[in-house]
């Protein structure tokens, strides 16, 4: 976790530093994916909600490169399969500037680590616990300034990771669009 720790202190110096960009996020209806030695069962999950806390560390003539941390709300999985949410969600991102007109539009790539968490709806009635471990998570979309300081973003994302239960390892992957309006400060 100290990687976490460095990451907080970048953030913060961003923050004084007047480069601070929050997003409000809808995570659009997704797939929640559960598999096993080949086999996967898929799940829709139904809409959520996040908020991300990014920072364009270094900001050359059409580039952008920054650091950011994202807060999921749980969401429901349909037919009853508890709530899901991923945490600890740490990345980097890659802007590129593709339009320099009245609202620039950038490329966006966002690259980082997640873990998954359940409820006790999600995670069942099991005698033995559910032990989490994180994965890769990634995404590609862009940027629509609708001004100097306010943005629309579209992205699609892909968080990765695991469960081991009754020495069972399962992956799971999860997937959605994220349509977020971000503040620049």
Same mark, same amino acid.
């Given at each position: 976790?100290?990687?976490?720790?460095? &990451?907080?202190?970048?953030? &913060?110096?961003?923050?004084?530093?007047?480069?601070?960009?929050?997003?409000?996020?809808?995570?659009?209806?997704? #797939?929640?994916?559960?598999?096993?030695?080949?086999?996967?069962?898929?799940?829709?999950?139904?809409?959520?909600?996040?908020?991300?806390?990014? #920072?364009?560390?270094?900001?050359?003539?059409?580039?952008?490169?920054?650091?950011?941390?994202?807060?999921?709300?749980?969401?429901?999985?349909?037919?009853?399969?508890? $709530?899901? $949410?991923?945490?600890?969600?740490?990345?980097?991102?890659?802007?590129? &500037? &593709?339009?320099?007109?009245?609202?620039?539009?950038?490329?966006?790539?966002?690259?980082?680590?997640?873990?998954? $968490?359940g409820d006790d709806g999600y995670e069942g009635d099991t005698l033995f616990p559910v032990i989490y471990k994180g994965g890769?998570?990634?995404?590609?979309?862009?940027?629509?300034?609708?001004?100097?300081?306010?943005?629309?973003?579209?992205?699609?994302? #892909?968080?990765?990771g695991g469960a081991f239960v009754n020495n069972v390892d399962l992956d799971i992957k999860h997937t959605h669009l994220n349509v977020g309006v971000g503040f620049t400060f």
């Amino acid at each position: 976790m100290q990687y976490l720790k460095h &990451l907080r202190t970048i953030l &913060l110096i961003g923050i004084v530093q007047g480069q601070t960009i929050i997003i409000l996020s809808t995570n659009t209806d997704g #797939n929640h994916e559960l598999s096993y030695q080949g086999e996967s069962v898929d799940f829709d999950a139904e809409t959520g909600f996040s908020v991300s806390l990014e #920072n364009d560390l270094i900001k050359e003539e059409g580039l952008k490169i920054g650091l950011g941390m994202e807060y999921m709300f749980k969401r429901d999985l349909k037919d009853n399969m508890g $709530k899901i $949410k991923f945490e600890s969600i740490v990345y980097g991102t890659i802007k590129i &500037l &593709l339009s320099s007109n009245a609202n620039p539009i950038y490329a966006k790539v966002r690259v980082g680590h997640a873990s998954p $968490k359940g409820d006790d709806g999600y995670e069942g009635d099991t005698l033995f616990p559910v032990i989490y471990k994180g994965g890769m998570l990634y995404g590609f979309g862009g940027e629509v300034y609708l001004n100097q300081s306010n943005f629309v973003e579209l992205m699609f994302l #892909n968080y990765k990771g695991g469960a081991f239960v009754n020495n069972v390892d399962l992956d799971i992957k999860h997937t959605h669009l994220n349509v977020g309006v971000g503040f620049t400060f």
